[in-house]
């Protein structure tokens, strides 16, 4: 299950993953990850993670581009088939 976050990194979980017992990653790009068990969060409360910053060193940037013309709404479909 992956969420988005909004402007200001606020995000919900649904509290009814506690039963799985899994495993919540956050990550953002230009952070450290955090992970940590989903029945440790707070029912019912704010739970509030602070990120530090970190930087990655890539060895290979490749860039292409795909000069077909899609519109907003199969960007939008391309992306969501693609979380995992």
Do not use: H, W
């Not at 068990?37 to 490749?62: C, H, P, W």
């Amino acid at each position: 299950m992956g969420v988005i976050k909004n402007q200001d990194g606020t995000f919900k979980i649904s509290m009814t993953f506690k039963t799985l017992r899994k495993v919540v990653e956050i990550s953002c790009l230009g952070y450290e990850c955090i992970a940590f068990m989903i029945n440790d969060l707070l029912d019912g409360k704010s739970n509030i993670f602070k990120l530090r910053s970190n930087t990655y060193e890539l060895q290979e940037a490749v860039d292409s581009a795909n000069l077909k013309k899609l519109s907003a709404q199969q960007i939008v479909k391309i992306a969501v088939n693609g979380i995992p």
